[in-house]
Nanobody, 123 residues
Framework: QVQLVESGGGVVQTGGSLRLSCAASGRTFSSYAMAWFRQGPGKEREFVAAISWSGASTDYADSVKGRFTISRDNVKNSMYLQMNNLTPEDTAIYYC????????????????WGQGTQVTVSS
């Protein structure tokens, strides 16, 4: 019954920044983890970052460490992804996901997904 909606995508030049948001609506669970995934043209969906329900624990893909920051605001029922120093390889549709229990880097572990938001980085 939970719905996730991403926003904040757009077109930016190499070296620029974007901040993505994911808002949850509908039924709220007492404990859950959330994550960001992305899928570039002709590529498989890949893990980007994950965060525990409390926000105390985070995981990042090696390709985004030091450039991206995941965070959440449980009062607003929202999750964010701050993306800095973007490159054309970051071009993809970005999806937010949610699951009960602990965080995971596997897309198969998540049972609720948003529709995605497009991020395009030009050279």
């Amino acid at each position: 019954q939970v719905q996730l909606v991403e926003s904040g995508g757009g077109v930016v030049q190499t070296g620029g920044s974007l901040r993505l948001s994911c808002a949850a609506s509908g039924r709220t669970f007492s404990s859950y983890a959330m994550a960001w995934f992305r899928q570039g043209p002709g590529k498989e969906r890949e893990f980007v970052a994950a965060i525990s329900w409390s926000g105390a624990s985070t995981d990042y893909a090696d390709s985004v460490k030091g450039r991206f920051t995941i965070s959440r605001d449980n009062v607003k029922n929202s999750m964010y992804l701050q993306m800095n120093n973007l490159t054309p390889e970051d071009t993809a549709i970005y999806y937010c996901a949610r699951r009960l229990s602990g965080k995971s880097a596997s897309p198969n572990a998540y049972n609720t997904w948003g529709q995605g938001t497009q991020v395009t980085v030009s050279s």
